[in-house]
């Protein structure tokens, strides 16, 4: 492996996370992301060289200072930007994570993914090393995805099914977009994918919010959902119902 594989760039890491995987988590935002969702609330984290140059090793001896907050289900989370851009530095990560005995989990919206190699074989191996993956997926419309993100889904679909295949557990994460993603049309055949899925443990829907405009304004980039609201309780409920729900109707 050069020395290049073996440094990540890093947007900024958090020691005391709760919502990003089971337990207490170190997470790590790792820089860049090819999508452009116009919902993004981190578009500081696109550019992947405006990152902070670390090694895996320094990585892990910085979560470590923290693993007696993990008790038994905590451990590390890498996310981003989108951390699958930085297979080879990720997969030395959680392979000595591994080997220390760290829990790892990946959350990733798996837009690099492809079945060509040498790419397929570095994921699969990544595979290998990863407890738990976070999976958003942000539109099931193939259409309406690219207008959301700029990126087609299919290769995300595709992800997912082989993650179902090989019985990863997975947790389906779906930001609820009003005017985008929440008509019931959508959200009943995203419900229907993810039944079809072996190995999700869990769904959760996640509410669009404008929290992240300032970051677009600082950036002197237009934002795309200007004008927008976040979702009314009524149909995050209903989305919910819909999508939450699905994995124990298919028991």
């Given at each position: 492996m050069s020395q290049e594989?073996?440094?990540?760039?890093?947007?900024?890491?958090?020691?005391f996370g709760s919502v990003d995987g089971p337990g207490v988590r170190y997470i790590i935002f790792l820089s860049g992301c090819a999508m452009r969702c116009q919902f993004c609330h981190n578009p500081d984290t696109w550019e992947k060289n405006a990152g902070t140059p670390t090694s895996a090793e320094e990585l892990l001896d910085k979560a470590w200072r923290y693993r007696s907050y993990w008790g038994e289900k905590g451990g590390i989370t890498v996310s981003g930007g989108e951390p699958l851009l930085q297979i080879d530095f990720l997969n030395e990560l959680f392979r000595k994570a591994k080997e220390r005995g760290i829990h790892t989990a990946l959350d990733t919206s798996g837009n690099p993914f492809t079945e060509q190699e040498p790419y397929f074989s570095k994921w699969k191996e990544l595979m290998k090393n990863t407890d738990l993956v976070l999976l958003d997926i942000k539109h099931i419309d193939e259409e309406q995805?690219?207008?959301l993100t700029g990126q087609s889904n299919r290769n995300i679909l595709r992800m997912a099914q082989l993650l179902s295949e090989m019985k990863k557990p997975m947790w389906i994460r779906h930001v609820l977009v009003p005017e985008r993603n929440d008509k019931d049309e959508y959200l009943f055949r995203l419900a229907e994918f993810i039944r079809e899925l072996q190995s999700v443990e869990r769904v959760e829907v996640l509410p669009y919010h404008t929290m992240g405009i300032f970051k677009w304004e600082?950036?002197?980039?237009?934002?795309?959902?200007?004008?927008v609201c976040p979702p009314s309780a009524e149909r995050v409920a209903n989305a919910k119902r819909i999508l939450e729900d699905c994995i124990t109707m298919k028991k």
């Open positions: 594989q073996n440094i990540g760039y890093v947007h900024s890491l958090e020691s995805h690219r207008i600082n950036l002197g980039l237009d934002y795309p959902l200007e004008g």
